[in-house]
């Protein structure tokens, strides 16, 4: 005779840190270890919704959808002498530009307007434009199947490792300073001494949100007489949302110019003074690894869904046109699209950044500008300056009325390693460098395994939790020999900004600490931390699919066929520089009941 079952009893305080100890009864059968084997009886009861779970939480299989929503502002106007594209701009001088050409050479006539939508749109719908997108003297024959990668690429990626050694730039708003650091270094900030509530203070302000509480402490990069740990007094200048960029620390009696005003530096977070080695944070940009090619992504419209701004259009009548051709003209639109894989993602070999098992993936989208409308080629001083570029958060706000020079076209500290592909068409062969061809420029598509940056981030061991510091951007500019804009020629002009990476979350950790010695508690996992001073591990619990707990907390989403279905609602924002970039943060309402 013996237990059919092996049976494990844990004690709920030993599997969940909330979870409660409860009496349990088991009835132990007592049966036949073997028993007669009966031809064709082959009958046994099963649980179909314990099968399904237990196939559920066994599968590593991922197809992520996604359903984006484009927000773009057409906000910057010129004009061009190449006759494909000039012939196919959003007009804004028609009137007094058909005039001009009746009184003079239609050479010498410019026809200011914006791009069209077109040339920003997920999915290219100008596929039958003469003289365009078809010949005769066409810049390219479209071809249908390619109307979806002409604009963008999208992937899917995974943050697999972060990079502590990215230099970074921001100037802080109110100094004007230009601070340099990096990333590894921590939160730069620069010294202003005041006064609060009649206590002598200085306040450490800095370009990027610091993420202390009032009661913590900063370890600065510099020391004061020995000393480089001080503890946070209070945040904020008084200024609304301030709180987030200006670290106080109370002024004893400071000597000397070690806090002078205007003096810059760099801190690190630390929660407990008294255990510096377990809640001291680190500083980080996560890097991402391609997960699919290109070819792997299908963008389709979402049905009849749109955003909520509508189209933007006017008919253009053939006397207002430069070729005399009819047309309807978009300057924005509102579709919205969904995007979907055509190849399964296995999630079992791969670990995030943290090696844990990994809980996320992220969209990312990848500006291709394949027309040629985009980049272009600057020559000045011998070097050429092309290709996309990349910066954070704190690095796009205007200095002054212009670009931050992060974004100046020298700067190769801004440049992004993505290879990029120059082509010339017959209608092309003036007007670029020394008279030329013009260089229609474009990013080649990534593809499986290539690596790119991601946000800055921070970490901090005792909290088990990743905070984003600041997030990545790209930004594209005009093709400088194509297409003028109304300013002043600069290496450093005014372009469009996005964010690249968007995620998709697949489980979520527990938002409770769990600890204990891996001895006497069970299902201790593999990437948890060990605290050597308190000597135990501690870790955050992944939550099963399909488990919310009281607070909301959890994923679920299909499951079919061996597969897991998670999909995200996508707000993709193409952003004109200068313009509000700042997303507005929904706060749930606090967990507690009406007494409390």
């Given at each position: 005779?013996?237990?059919?079952?092996?049976?494990?009893?844990?004690?709920?305080?030993?599997?969940?840190?909330?979870?409660?100890?409860?009496?349990?009864?088991?009835?132990?059968?007592?049966?036949?270890?073997?028993?007669?084997?009966?031809?064709?009886?082959?009958?046994?009861?099963?649980?179909?919704?314990?099968?399904?779970?237990?196939?559920?939480?066994?599968?590593?299989?991922?197809?992520?959808?996604?359903?984006?929503?484009?927000?773009?502002?057409?906000?910057?106007?010129?004009?061009?002498?190449?006759?494909?594209?000039?012939?196919?701009?959003?007009?804004?001088?028609?009137?007094?530009?058909?005039?001009?050409?009746?009184?003079?050479?239609?050479?010498?006539?410019?026809?200011?307007?914006?791009?069209?939508?077109?040339?920003?749109?997920?999915?290219?719908?100008?596929?039958?434009?003469?003289?365009?997108?078809?010949?005769?003297?066409?810049?390219?024959?479209?071809?249908?199947?390619s109307a979806s990668t002409y604009n963008w690429n999208f992937f899917m990626?995974?943050?697999?490792?972060?990079?502590?050694?990215?230099?970074?730039?921001?100037?802080?708003?109110?100094?004007?300073?230009?601070?340099?650091?990096?990333?590894?270094?921590?939160?730069?900030?620069?010294?202003?001494?005041?006064?609060?509530?009649?206590?002598?203070?200085?306040?450490?302000?800095?370009?990027?949100?610091?993420?202390?509480?009032?009661?913590?402490?900063?370890?600065?990069?510099?020391?004061?007489?020995?000393?480089?740990?001080?503890?946070?007094?209070?945040?904020?200048?008084?200024?609304?949302?301030?709180?987030?960029?200006?670290?106080?620390?109370?002024?004893?009696?400071?000597?000397?110019?070690?806090?002078?005003?205007?003096?810059?530096?760099?801190?690190?977070?630390?929660?407990?003074?008294?255990?510096?080695?377990?809640?001291?944070?680190?500083?980080?940009?996560?890097?991402?690894?391609?997960?699919?090619?290109?070819?792997?992504?299908?963008?389709?419209?979402?049905?009849?869904?749109?955003?909520?701004?509508?189209?933007?259009?006017?008919?253009?009548?053939?006397?207002?046109?430069?070729?005399?051709?009819?047309?309807?003209?978009?300057?924005?639109?509102?579709?919205?699209?969904?995007?979907?894989?055509?190849?399964?993602?296995?999630?079992?070999?791969?670990?995030?950044?943290?090696?844990?098992?990994?809980?996320?993936?992220?969209?990312?989208?990848?500006?291709?500008?394949?027309?040629?409308?985009?980049?272009?080629?600057?020559?000045?001083?011998?070097?050429?300056?092309?290709?996309?570029?990349?910066?954070?958060?704190?690095?796009?706000?205007?200095?002054?009325?212009?670009?931050?020079?992060?974004?100046?076209?020298?700067?190769?500290?801004?440049?992004?390693?993505?290879?990029?592909?120059?082509?010339?068409?017959?209608?092309?062969?003036?007007?670029?460098?020394?008279?030329?061809?013009?260089?229609?420029?474009?990013?080649?598509?990534?593809?499986?395994?290539?690596?790119?940056?991601?946000?800055?981030?921070?970490?901090?061991?005792?909290?088990?939790?990743?905070?984003?510091?600041?997030?990545?951007?790209?930004?594209?500019?005009?093709?400088?020999?194509?297409?003028?804009?109304?300013?002043?020629?600069?290496?450093?002009?005014?372009?469009?900004?996005?964010?690249?990476?968007t995620p998709i979350k697949l489980r979520v950790y527990s938002d409770y600490?769990?600890?204990?010695?891996?001895?006497?508690?069970?299902?201790?996992?593999?990437?948890?931390?060990?605290?050597?001073?308190?000597?135990?591990?501690?870790?955050?619990?992944?939550?099963?699919?399909?488990?919310?707990?009281?607070?909301?907390?959890?994923?679920?989403?299909?499951?079919?066929?061996?597969?897991?279905?998670?999909?995200?609602?996508?707000?993709?924002?193409?952003?004109?520089?200068?313009?509000?970039?700042?997303?507005?943060?929904?706060?749930?309402?606090?967990?507690?009941?009406?007494?409390?």
């Amino acid at each position: 005779m013996g237990n059919r079952i092996d049976t494990r009893v844990v004690l709920g305080s030993l599997r969940y840190k909330s979870a409660p100890d409860t009496t349990l009864g088991f009835k132990v059968p007592f049966i036949q270890t073997f028993k007669e084997n009966v031809e064709f009886d082959r009958s046994i009861n099963i649980s179909l919704e314990q099968v399904y779970d237990d196939e559920r939480q066994a599968s590593t299989t991922f197809r992520p959808t996604g359903k984006f929503t484009l927000l773009f502002k057409n906000s910057y106007s010129g004009f061009t002498n190449y006759t494909p594209f000039e012939n196919n701009l959003y007009y804004l001088n028609e009137e007094a530009a058909t005039i001009s050409q009746c009184q003079t050479s239609p050479q010498t006539v410019s026809w200011t307007g914006l791009p069209q939508y077109n040339e920003f749109d997920f999915v290219r719908t100008d596929y039958n434009i003469v003289g365009y997108t078809q010949p005769p003297n066409n810049h390219i024959t479209f071809i249908s199947k390619s109307a979806s990668t002409y604009n963008w690429n999208f992937f899917m990626s995974y943050a697999y490792e972060n990079d502590y050694n990215k230099y970074m730039e921001a100037i802080e708003p109110k100094s004007g300073q230009l601070l340099q650091w990096t990333c590894g270094d921590g939160i730069p900030f620069v010294v202003f001494n005041t006064t609060y509530k009649g206590l002598d203070i200085v306040a450490l302000r800095c370009p990027v949100k610091h993420g202390m509480l009032v009661g913590e402490f900063v370890k600065l990069s510099f020391n004061y007489f020995g000393t480089d740990t001080f503890q946070v007094y209070s945040l904020g200048d008084g200024a609304s949302g301030s709180d987030e960029y200006v670290v106080n620390i109370i002024n004893v009696g400071f000597l000397g110019g070690t806090f002078s005003n205007g003096v810059e530096g760099t801190f690190k977070r630390i929660i407990d003074i008294n255990n510096p080695n377990d809640t001291t944070s680190e500083y980080y940009v996560r890097k991402h690894k391609i997960l699919t090619n290109s070819g792997d992504a299908v963008m389709v419209n979402a049905g009849f869904d749109l955003n909520i701004f509508g189209d933007s259009k006017k008919y253009e009548s053939s006397g207002y046109t430069p070729n005399q051709t009819a047309r309807v003209s978009i300057k924005e639109g509102s579709q919205c699209y969904t995007l979907t894989f055509n190849t399964d993602i296995n999630i079992s070999p791969l670990l995030d950044n943290q090696k844990r098992p990994i809980t996320e993936l992220f969209f990312t989208t990848m500006w291709k500008g394949y027309f040629g409308l985009m980049f272009g080629r600057k020559k000045s001083n011998g070097v050429d300056y092309i290709g996309l570029k990349q910066g954070y958060e704190f690095n796009l706000p205007l200095i002054g009325s212009q670009p931050s020079p992060w974004w100046d076209g020298f700067n190769s500290d801004s440049d992004t390693p993505f290879p990029v592909d120059v082509y010339n068409t017959n209608m092309g062969n003036t007007g670029g460098p020394n008279g030329g061809p013009i260089p229609f420029t474009y990013i080649r598509s990534l593809k499986k395994d290539d690596v790119l940056d991601g946000d800055f981030c921070e970490w901090n061991d005792s909290e088990q939790y990743e905070r984003v510091v600041s997030n990545l951007f790209h930004k594209f500019t005009f093709n400088r020999y194509m297409f003028s804009m109304d300013q002043v020629p600069t290496t450093n002009p005014f372009g469009y900004y996005y964010q690249p990476h968007t995620p998709i979350k697949l489980r979520v950790y527990s938002d409770y600490i769990e600890s204990g010695d891996k001895r006497f508690v069970a299902d201790v996992p593999d990437y948890s931390y060990f605290s050597e001073k308190d000597n135990q591990f501690i870790w955050r619990d992944i939550y099963p699919y399909g488990f919310i707990d009281s607070s909301g907390l959890g994923i679920t989403y299909p499951f079919m066929n061996g597969t897991h279905y998670p999909y995200q609602d996508i707000i993709f924002r193409i952003i004109p520089e200068g313009t509000n970039y700042k997303e507005q943060i929904l706060i749930n309402d606090p967990v507690i009941d009406p007494c409390e």
